[in-house]
Each structure stands twice: as structure tokens, then as C-alpha cells.
């Protein structure tokens, strides 16, 4: 249901525009003319405004511009005489959704074009929602060479519609990459939907896909449409797909087979225009050797397959994603974000990350729970290791920490010191100083 202003200056039209859209459940409120209907827009917003054209004061044209210009997400219809139509056209070169001729052959016909307005005005805030949204969404690399493989074929495959896999381990931004994707995209006025596979039963999993009839299943007690069914025209991601249990996979591949599904208990036919991307941090190779994953399905999915690298494979992604996270937690726990000691950050950037981004965000929250301050040093680090932690008597020096960050960096270049330097987040001169502290040959 919308906010409608009504301008005309004639009594009998404001009343009949009103009691037809009211029947509705429309809100309307009447302005008697243009100044009128301008101060109304003043104290309060609306989605739709009904005008006339000729009216005293300030006429229809002058408050059309008004309002394009001063409340552009309000949908505008305006009301013009026969023989005037000339004047509605050039009202809707400025922006206006559409006009009605007088005198107006019937209420239908008004509540069908107030219908369609109003819809307009949602698909719009719901495109402006998601460009704030994706601009909401984190990079998914921040340069590290590793990664331009991945970017460019998300590009060249984002033209098409092929169904894309997204490969790799948990932690290394496969949602993200999927987000991009449908950015990228000619869906990308469209909806993407998301569904882990992993994160639900089996029965509300089907119901979250395909949606279900009024006593589908116990507590059924009303139609749902599902998440495909809401996807139409855009983008869906479904995530953990090697999680899905047979007779899903079985399901699945009919819907991508034939773009149409039943919703559960439902006899009707729905059809769905989804772009399908999947992902997976299993072998699927395996599991089809062991009958735990349908070889036809893995075929109708992995039509472009993309390896996502982890994160210890992409070291110059380290660094200005840990400053990126810090922020975000900052923000979370309501606190300033702290600054990380050089020896910090060297030992961020020299860990292995079996969690990938997910290990790292852990980690970093725990630090700045620990640090109570505005700086995080290696002290304050506690990283995922599978052994348990030493007894606190047994705690090894900063200095011996930082020793062995760096040997480790460079063990990891085959010695190269300035790939070590890179890898560590500092300065070559700063390495080659803290060489000689050290007395690392």
C-alpha cells in the first residue's frame, strides 16, 4: 500500500481519485492545487503523486519539476484534458511514470496504473539497496598476483550465462566471488540469492529452495514461495553443494535441466531464469568415486570451473586485509581500531592460515579483545594450532617470536630477502637491520 497525493482543483475529482485508491487501502491526502500540494510534499514524503496539469497558484508542469528535482524516489502520474496529451508527453520526458486522460472511464483502470507506479518505485529501491550493498561488499583480492587469474575469468564468464563452480577452501572468498560475479553481470539488476546446503535439514532445505503448498509437511500451515522461485532473473549461489543428500541431487539437476520446478505438495509448474553458481571445499572427483555425489550433476555445474587460492597463497593479500578486517571489528566491538606493531604484522603475514579469512578475522577479533588498547603486538596474537598452548612460565620473548617470523618468511622464499621483506609487510633496509639484530646469516 502506498502514500498518494492527490492535487486537482476541482473538488469532485480529488474526491473521486481518493475514494477509489482508499477502497485499496491506500493513504491519500488532497491538495487543492500546486502551492497546496508543494507544502504537503514539505511535511511529510510520499510515493505517489496524482496531479493536474492546470491548475492556479503553480500548475501541474512546475510542481512535476519540483518534485523530480527536490523527491526523485516519488513516482509521479499526472491528469490531463483531452486534446492536451502533448502536454502529459513532455511531462513524462521530465521523469513522470505515465498520465490519465479526463475524464477518467473508471476506477480500475486508475488503481491498475497506481499499482504499477508503486511497483516501479520498489524495483528501483530495491536495485538502489543492493548497489549500496554490493558497494557494501568486501574486495576479493586485494592485488596479490595469485588472484588476477580468478578476477579475469570471473570477468570473461560474467558476459554469459553459464553455470560457473567455484573451487577452493573454506575461508577463501567464494560468496565473494560469487557477489562479483552477479555484479558483473547482465543480472545484475536482478536478485541473488544464497543457500548453504550445509546450514540446513534436509526437509527445510527443499522448502527453502523450492517453497511449499499449505500442508506440504507438518507446520505447513500457509503457501511459501522459495528462494528460486523469488531469484527469477538473476543470480543463485548455491553454496556447500557437495553437502546436498541424493534424492536433492537429484532434484537439482531436473530444475537446471529444465529451468522448472513444484513447489512441495504443489502440482504447478514454476519456471525459474536463475543464473546457477555453485561451490565446494570437498573433492568432488572423490566423492562421485565413492556414489556420494551424482556425476551428472558435478557435469551440469562444473560447465567453468574457478580455483580460489588460499590465503597462504596469496601473501600480499595479507596485509591490507587484515587492516580492512581490523576496521570492520572496530566496529563491531564499538571501539577504535588499533594500530598493529611491525612484529605483528610480520607474524600475520608468515602464518599459514589453514582458515583462510575466516582464521584471520578470529584471530584478530581475539587480539583486540586482549590488546584493551589502540595497539596489537605479537603478544596479544593467539593463533588456531592444533597442539595446545605452552604453560605461561614456558612464554617465548617478543624478540624471539619476531626471530622466528622472519626465519620463517624466508624459509618460505627460498631465502630471497626482499620476497621476505614483501611477505613480512616491511621495508627491505628494516629487514636487513633486523638480519643483524638477530644474527640471521
Known sequence: MGRILVADDEEGVRAFLADALEVDGHQVVRAADG???VECLARESFHLLITDLRMPRLDGMALVRQVRRERPETEVIVLTAYGSVETAIEAMKLGAFDYLQKPISSPAELRLLVQRALERRELLAIKERAGRDAAADPPLSYGDPAMAPVEEALRKVARTNTTVLLVGESGTGKEVAARLLHRLSERAGGPFAAVNCAALPDTLLESELFGHEVGAFTGAGQRRRGRLELADGGTFFLDEVAELKPELQAKLLRVIQERRFERLGGTQTIEADVRWVAATNRDLHALIAQARFREDLYHRLAVFPIHLPALRDRPRDIAPMTEALVYRLAGQLGCAAPVLEEAAKAALVAHPWRGNARELANTLER?????????????????????PSPPAASAKPLSELEREAILRALEAVD?????????????????YEKLKRYGID
Not at 415 to 430: D, K, W, Y
Request: glycine share 12%; proline share 2%; aromatic share 2%.
Open 35 to 37: 502551492q497546496e500540494a
Open 367 to 387: 587480539a583486540m579483545i586482549l590488546s584493551e588498547g589502540r595497539t596489537i603486538g605479537l603478544a596479544h596474537l593467539r593463533f588456531d594450532v592444533p597442539a
Open 415 to 431: 631465502g630471497n630477502r626482499r620476497r621476505a621483506a614483501a611477505r613480512l609487510g616491511i621495508g627491505l633496509r628494516t629487514l
